[in-house]
């Protein structure tokens, strides 16, 4: 073999041999640190900006916090009494037998009421109502149920509603009221906070016996 091509190879063997010892460390060594492995200061953390919703603290650290009240849901909101130049809080009951147009005549008034500047307080459904229509045999005294009338109310709340404006908008809500639909306006009343609820006689028994 030529000696010039011995120390070629002898040359390049000894360099393949040295960078084999430079890349073991890096090859024992990851390529990716992990973000737990990594040493960050405490601005640089990725978890900044996550809660972490009191993790790792004792309850005897954390800052007393006083027991939150249960909001009563069914209070009554207070009746604003009639002035001489505008009305108190007033009842616009809308009423009827297809839900669907109860719903959108009741929404019309809502709006309109909006646009002219009238504080609407609340706006609810109360339940439904049904009523079964009997008929007697033309030959017997013997009735059955013939229908079942289903009646669906809307009311809009309304806390002030000017004197001077209000025959406006009665002859607007009159000249748009659908067919079939009844309309009427009253003054709010207690009775008709508690009409909004179910009544359940069971459970109004077991409270009487309760507090005797």
Known sequence: MNPVFRKVQASVAQQALLLNKALTPCRAAPSIQHPVWCTHSVNERQYKGMPTH???RWKY???KQAPRKK???HQMKRI???TDTAYGTLNVNVSGYDM???EHYSQYIHNFCNRLGIKVADSY?????STEVMLMQEQGTKTYVDAVLKTHH???QLSTLNAALCPVFMDVLLKNQPEGVQLSVTEHTEADFQARFKARPELEGLIAQMNQ
């Open 61 to 63: 650290l954390l800052p």
């Open 71 to 73: 909001k009563d849901k």
């Open 125 to 129: 459904a109360l339940p439904r109502k």
């Open 54 to 56: 009191g993790i790792g």
């Open 80 to 82: 604003m009494s009639a």
């Open 100 to 102: 669907t147009v109860v």
């Open 154 to 156: 809307r009311v809009i």
